[in-house]
């Protein structure tokens, strides 16, 4: 079993900073993809900075130039650094992880329980 543990939510004002981790954890064999997902009250989830599979950094148009995802493969972390925070931030943030377990062949996908940021004066 794979768990993703995320930290790091909580309130700042407009244009603090905050940054958010996830660990995975459990039976990896591989991390194909991993990165942050968003919702906010009455709207859709959304990716807000993810590794894909192949190595490359996508970013929500909407965050570019103020987050910057990073990650440790060591740790099977990865990271997300929030600056120039604005109210529109303000949501759950959720890991997402693309994990090939120990011993199978197929990539099976899991979501972390999520961090609440709020940005708020």
């Known amino acids: 079993q794979v768990r993703l543990v995320e930290s790091g939510g909580g309130l700042v004002q407009p244009g603090g900073s905050l940054t958010l981790s996830c660990a995975a954890s459990?039976?990896?064999?591989?991390?194909?993809?991993m990165g942050w997902y968003r919702q906010a009250p009455g709207k859709q989830r959304e990716l807000v900075a993810i590794?894909?599979?192949?190595?490359?950094?996508n970013y929500a148009d909407s965050v570019k130039g103020r987050f910057t995802i990073s990650r440790d493969n060591a740790k099977g972390t990865v990271y997300l650094q929030m600056n120039s925070l604005k109210p529109e931030d303000t949501a759950v943030y959720y890991c997402n992880a693309d994990i090939r377990l120990r011993l199978s062949t197929r990539n099976y996908n899991y979501w972390g329980q999520g961090t609440q940021v709020t940005v708020s004066s």
């Open positions: 590794f894909t599979s192949g190595g490359n950094t």
């Open positions: 459990g039976s990896i064999g591989s991390i194909n993809a």
